[in-house]
């Protein structure tokens, strides 16, 4: 249950992946698509009855914060595609042996740092309208509860960079990258 809890994140905030593997037929691409949109919403699923399991969240609650996720949800994914997006080509630009281009390099690391004030900026907001129906005690325990997944997601993430590069095998199994992790 957990790993299937971690591996939907893993697709909610990284679904962008999936176009990064050139060469794949685009068939394939829009069924991993669409299997990533049914996963990510089954996973919404699951975590928001947790979150109003173990929070005692009132009917009200639920439903203040199903719209507060669904308003910042995808503005939150769409920024750390760009984030995650940002750190490959970064990392590209590192290769050893390999010049890389100073103005890219500056160019990239100035958008990471503009990107890191965006999410701090998105969930200042994000907790403001939080203030509006949980209780302090409430929307610590929200925000421990998505940082420990989305610390799980960071691992999956790591794994899976390192299986194509014959680091371990990962979730991906025989040393195979996942499709749309």
Avoid: C, H, W
């Avoid at 919403?41 to 507060?68: A, G, H, P, W, Y």
């Avoid at 949800?73 to 290769?95: D, F, I, S, T, Y």
């Avoid at 004030?117 to 403001?128: D, K, S």
């Amino acid at each position: 249950m957990k790993a299937l809890l971690v591996l939907g994140f893993a697709v909610i905030l990284a679904p962008g992946l999936t176009a990064q593997q050139g060469g794949r037929d685009s068939v394939r691409q829009r069924s991993d698509t669409a299997e990533a949109a049914e996963l990510r919403t089954m996973i919404e699923q699951r975590f928001s009855q947790r979150v109003q399991q173990e929070l005692k969240l009132t009917n009200e609650q639920t439903t203040k914060l199903r719209d507060t996720q669904d308003r910042f949800g995808p503005r939150r994914r769409a920024l750390m595609r760009q984030q995650m997006e940002r750190r490959l080509a970064l990392e590209n630009q590192m290769q050893p042996g390999v010049a890389a281009n100073q103005d890219s390099v500056r160019k990239l690391m100035d958008a990471l740092t503009t990107g890191r004030l965006e999410v701090v900026r998105i969930q200042q907001e994000e907790n403001r309208e939080l203030n509006g129906f949980l209780t302090p005690v409430q929307q610590v325990r929200y925000n421990m509860m998505r940082e420990r997944l989305l610390q799980r997601v960071g691992e999956m993430r790591r794994e899976g960079r390192g299986m194509g590069r014959g680091r371990g095998q990962g979730m991906g199994g025989r040393g195979q990258r996942r499709r749309g992790i």
